[in-house]
């Protein structure tokens, strides 16, 4: 009996059952997917309409006051520096981004920390703490105050006309002087007047000249009598050491009817009197 040869394996053939059962799958799950993208998209919709109707749209949260809180040139101003920020009554206050607000207040020379707060219904509150001004640049009616930072103010947008009368400062390198801008070049001249407005309430400086850079000379009134001009280092100084040593060097011309009123203190911490 003759052998039968062997049969070739082959592959089962896919019916045409089987390629509708695939394509149907394919099918419902794109159904499935334009649906769930259909409901998120009117999700997303419903929620801005509703954000609209309850917060954006919503008459009762229109703006109807600016409140300002400071303790200097912006009290009582809030129109003027609604107005400068670009702020209206009536608008909404959901409409108004309190970060970008609180960056254009930040940016105004004489603010040196804001806070910005709505407050509902109506209400947009704004606390500001302004810098304080220190000295006048270049002359005693000069455009320009500048606080501890070397900051430079508009002088008629400061709290100087509130404070006692302000050094000068003049003899500074920079000729182009604006708002906003710090003057890094009046750091030892800032020092002197800060030392002496906080640690020495007999010495009131009046003008700081800064003309000469090896030497800084400063017009000043001891107890508000005397007037004495001081040469002091403008570099590698003690400022605290120095004034310390100007106070007890005048103290000393008056117990011994010393009128003469230039004092040196620039020969290594050696008190010069002229």
């Known amino acids: 009996m003759a052998k039968k040869p062997p049969e070739k394996h082959k592959l089962p053939a896919k019916n045409a059952a089987n390629v509708r059962s695939d394509s149907d799958k394919l099918l419902r799950a794109l159904i499935v997917l334009f649906i769930l993208m259909g409901t998120a998209a009117a999700l997303v919709a419903g929620l801005v309409v509703l954000r609209r109707v309850l917060f954006t749209s ?157 030497k800084t000379v400063i017009s000043m009134r001891f107890r508000d009598q005397k007037v004495c001009r001081v040469l002091i280092p403008a570099k590698d100084r003690d400022v605290n050491m120095l004034l310390t040593a100007l106070q007890s060097a005048i103290l000393k011309a008056e117990r011994s009817g010393n009128t003469r009123g230039i004092f040196d203190l620039s020969f290594d911490r050696n008190v010069i009197i002229r």
């Not at 300002?68 to 409409?95: C, K, T």
């Not at 947008?157 to 890094?184: C, H, T, Y």
């Not at 001249?189 to 400086?205: S, T």
Request: hydrophobic residues 40%.
């Open 58 to 214: 919503n008459p009762r949260f229109l703006l109807r006051e600016v409140s300002v809180q400071s303790e200097g040139y912006w009290r009582d101003r809030s129109p003027a520096l609604a107005s400068r920020l670009g702020i209206h009554l009536g608008d909404n206050l959901f409409s108004i981004d309190p970060g970008e607000l609180r960056r254009r207040l930040a940016a105004i020379p004489n603010v040196e920390h804001c806070e910005v707060t709505r407050i509902l219904p109506d209400t947009l509150h704004l606390r500001i703490v302004e810098r304080i001004p220190r000295a006048i640049l270049s002359n005693p009616g000069g455009r320009f105050v500048v606080d501890e930072e070397g900051i430079v103010i508009p002088r008629r947008e400061s709290m100087a006309d509130k404070l006692p009368q302000l050094p000068v400062i003049f003899g500074f390198r920079s000729q182009i002087i604006e708002p906003g801008q710090k003057l890094d070049e009046l750091a030892p001249a800032l020092e002197v007047i800060m030392q002496a407005a906080l640690n020495f309430p007999d010495i009131r400086i009046m003008v700081v000249d800064m003309r000469n850079p090896g």
